[in-house]
Nanobody, 125 residues
Framework: QVQLVESGGGSVQAGGSLRLSCVAS????????VAWFRQSRGKEREGVAS????????SYKIDDPGRFTISRDKAQNTIYLQINNLQPEDAGDYYC??????????????????WGQGTQVAISS
């Protein structure tokens, strides 16, 4: 059982930056991943990035990966998502998830993995 709590969302001007945090409690197996997903209004939840807990291997599914950086601090059981040069399309609810293959491949499947409640990002012009 893993519990995840996201924070760091808010309203940011276009072009600004945000760092989202996800604090995990419970054991995450080394071969499992933690991933960030986002869901914009009217759209399906999409994968942004994932990181393998054990060796830190990262994978990005987002179309514009150069603006996103996923990282983790194992000592703090915290996973971060740095977003730079925020664009209007980045607005939405951001969720972190922990689990196996589906999470590692950033595929959102109901009932697969453990999920946080999300943190909201709004972009102002």
């Amino acid at each position: 059982q893993v519990q995840l709590v996201e924070s760091g969302g808010g309203s940011v001007q276009a072009g600004g930056s945000l760092r989202l945090s996800c604090v995990a409690s419970g054991k995450i197996f080394p071969r499992h991943c933690v991933a960030w997903f986002r869901q914009s209004r009217g759209k399906e939840r999409e994968g942004v990035a994932s990181i393998t807990w054990g060796d830190g291997t990262t994978s990005y599914k987002i179309d514009d990966p150069g603006r996103f950086t996923i990282s983790r601090d194992k000592a703090q059981n915290t996973i971060y998502l740095q977003i730079n040069n925020l664009q209007p399309e980045d607005a939405g609810d951001y969720y972190c998830a922990a689990g196996g293959d589906k999470v590692c491949r950033q595929v959102a499947v109901p009932g697969e993995g453990w999920w946080g409640q999300g943190t909201q990002v709004a972009i102002s012009s």
